[in-house]
């Protein structure tokens, strides 16, 4: 029996993806990879990152995606754009966050369509729920609102419907702290968010919105260790050449932030 991993919210970094996966993960055709939605947009790469997920799946892998907010809003716009007279719509391109999934020819390619139609809203299991966002247990049927499934934020459990099983769910960034905290909540069927703000990266400023985000985790759901990469899919922009800052060497600029902001401090402060 392999192991049996959840990751969410890729929003778009590949190379974070693709380093946690193989690199930190090693991820083997006995695992079951669960994979919770928010694949696209916002980061640079969508397409690949789906490219990657398909790839894995035709290569025999147990990968088990999930349908995000993000991939039910590509799907939207692409019935909204073909329904606009051609004269007014505009490159589908621009409608969305994840341009580089628009073909040659400004078309959204049918495998990315047959693809995010495929995906379902949640997966059950013997012992968890995963989901995008969470549920709404106020609504008449929890199993059946889909739209709650894929937006909802702070929602509370009730443990009726959900027969003491925890629910795994991205969607809301959340420290890793908090994180650390609702795993302990994995036994008393809690709702645990795994999103930890990957794309969440100031590439402008050079440093994370918040230094407990901007990471991709992974959850072992057996062990209920997490893993996690920082994102690796932004680096800084080049300064331009009249700013003191483009002074200081490249090699500097790759050091962690707090000992690079002392560095600058002193060279420029
Ligand atoms: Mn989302």
Known sequence: ?????????????YKTMYRLLHQILKISKDDQLFMLGDFVSKGPSSAKVLDHIMDLQAQGY??????????????DKWAWWQGEPESLRGPFAGTIKAPDLVDANGQLPQKYIDFLES????????????????????????FRDTDAMMVIRGYEVDHAYTKGKPIIHGHTPTLF????????????????SLDNGCVLYHPKEGTWR?????????????TRQLY??????????????????????????????????????????
């Not at 147990?62 to 799907?75: A, C, D, F, S, T």
């Not at 995906?119 to 929890?142: K, Q, R, S």
């Not at 650390?180 to 994995?186: A, I, P």
């Open 1 to 13: 029996m392999g192991k049996r991993w959840v990751v969410t919210d890729i929003h778009g970094c």
């Open 62 to 75: 147990e990968v088990y995606p999930i349908r995000g907010n993000h991939e039910q809003k590509i799907l």
């Open 119 to 142: 995906l379902p809203y949640f997966i059950e299991t013997d012992d968890v729920w995963m989901v995008h966002a969470g549920f709404d247990f106020h609504a008449e049927d929890p």
């Open 177 to 192: 702290a908090s994180i650390q905290r609702q795993l302990k909540e994995f036994d008393r069927g809690g709702a645990i």
């Open 210 to 222: 918040s230094k407990t985000m901007g990471r991709l985790l992974a959850l072992d759901l057996d």
């Open 228 to 269: 996690l990469q920082r994102n690796i899919d932004y680096v800084p922009k080049p300064m331009p050449a009249h700013s003191p800052l483009a002074k200081i060497p490249s090699w500097v600029r790759t050091l962690p932030v707090p000992v690079f902001q002392r560095l600058i401090h002193r060279i420029v402060g």
